[in-house]
């Protein structure tokens, strides 16, 4: 098991803007304010959202589109760097009007209205390496 530890920076709140894309907006606002590493919530409204869960044999995310009005009844991401460029990570809980919920890994979403609650992280690079046995891109702790 590979680990790294952070020292805590800033921790912003942050409204995200109505009719915004929900993954560019957090991105664009840790760029504005110039955070590198972070983790963070989200709670709030989508007016839709795309999720996804990934095909641990075929290597590829099946995708889930719900098109209408969603609580974001929890949502958790971090954000790290892939090619030296902020990558997002997010996963959330969507609920629909009777309470029917939708989970998975977030590709994107239209914000109807989120308050995001981001904890910077303080330390050495964290980037993603592409990872042969899942496919995806995991962390890069480097040499231990
Ligand atoms: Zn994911």
Known sequence: ???ESYKLGRFFLCGLKHNSAFVQSIKKFAKEKRVMMAVFTVI????KAKLA???QVKHEYQQIKLDKPLEI???FGNLSLKDGKPFVHLHAVLADETGK???GHLINATV???ELHLQELLGNKLEREYDQTTGLA???FGEQ
């Open 1 to 3: 098991m590979q680990s």
């Open 44 to 47: 709030g409204a989508v007016k």
């Open 53 to 55: 869960c990934y095909d």
């Open 73 to 75: 009844a929890s949502c």
């Open 101 to 103: 919920t939708y989970a």
């Open 112 to 114: 109807f209205a989120a």
């Open 138 to 140: 995991l962390w890069e």
